[in-house]
């Protein structure tokens, strides 16, 4: 089911249980604020996803309600694990879907971090 990214969070959505240890990831950073794991389906050579570990559904959501430290956290750990993954050099991308249009799969925050080589036009759908 796709994501409007304005439903009231769902508990049970999987980033939910992989956050309780229900569903096993392969973790490469954790701290206080984030987890950051590999994508189970990588689209680039690295994919890994970056997830705040508070219950928000989308950026807007939290953008509006996550505590500054937490955003502040937030972001500050996507740029160390990209350069933890090696990733500064040659650079990398950050996405991050909104709803339905964007394809939201998992209504649970989260950036995606692509790298590890070449990665094509910014978006390949048809205007
Ligand atoms: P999005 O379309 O932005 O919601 O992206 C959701 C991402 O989560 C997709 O790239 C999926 O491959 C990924 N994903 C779904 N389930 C898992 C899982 N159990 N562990 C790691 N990644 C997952």
């Known amino acids: 089911m796709p994501v409007t990214g304005l439903e009231p969070y769902d ?3 999987v980033f939910a249980k992989i956050l309780r240890g229900e569903i ?3 973790t490469v950073y954790e701290d206080e604020h984030v ?8 689209q680039a050579p690295v994919h890994v996803l970056v997830i705040p570990k508070g219950a928000y ?3 807007r959501d939290f953008a509006a309600r996550a505590p500054h430290a937490e955003i502040g956290g ?5 740029g160390q694990v990209a350069a933890m993954l090696g ?8 996405l991050a879907n909104h ?3 964007a394809g939201q799969e998992v209504p649970h925050f989260h950036v995606h971090i692509f790298g590890g080589g070449p990665l094509g036009p910014m978006i390949s759908a048809k205007r």
């Open 35 to 42: 987890l950051a794991f590999h994508d189970i389906a990588p």
């Open 87 to 94: 990733l500064e050099a040659d650079g990398y991308r950050l």
């Open 74 to 78: 937030f972001w500050r750990a996507v």
């Open 11 to 13: 508990d049970q959505n």
């Open 57 to 59: 559904v989308s950026a």
């Open 99 to 101: 709803g339905m249009n």
């Open 24 to 26: 096993p990831n392969k």
